[in-house]
Nanobody, 127 residues
Framework: QVQLVESGGGSVQAGGSLRLSCAVS????????MAWFRQALGKEREGVAG???????SYADSAKGRFTISKDNAKNTLYLQMNSLKPEDTAMYYC?????????????????????WGKGTPVTISS
């Protein structure tokens, strides 16, 4: 059974940092595209960052220079380090996985949808 469980969300002030984690099980993690998405209240879901199994990384423009996606294949865990957080980063953050290694398409071109999703972890940034 595929499971993606996010953690690490919380409330911080603008300019602060958070590190999100996504623990995965039930599939061959190392061969999958892994990604972070977010959805703010009243807005559509948007891609934040994605990493293919070969290590290729794609970031949304809003994340570039502030967020870093990484993965630990030994621990089956995906991370998102978020620095210089802004109030507009407030959203529910979701981890996603897909066997098609197309991070650029999912994140930057917003095309298609990934197969597996976690339930999300909330992030609130106060000004």
């Amino acid at each position: 059974q595929v499971q993606l469980v996010e953690s690490g969300g919380g409330s911080v002030q603008a300019g602060g940092s958070l590190r999100l984690s996504c623990a995965v099980s039930g599939f061959t993690y190392a061969t999958y595209c892994m990604a972070w998405f977010r959805q703010a209240l009243g807005k559509e879901r948007e891609g934040v960052a994605g990493i293919d199994s070969d290590g290729s990384i794609s970031y949304a423009d809003s994340a570039k220079g502030r967020f870093t996606i990484s993965k630990d294949n030994a621990k089956n865990t995906l991370y998102l380090q978020m620095n210089s957080l802004k109030p507009e980063d407030t959203a529910m953050y979701y981890c996603a996985a897909d066997p098609r290694n197309l991070a650029d398409m999912y994140i930057r071109r917003n095309v298609g949808t990934m197969d597996y999703w976690g339930k999300g972890t909330p992030v609130t940034i106060s000004s």
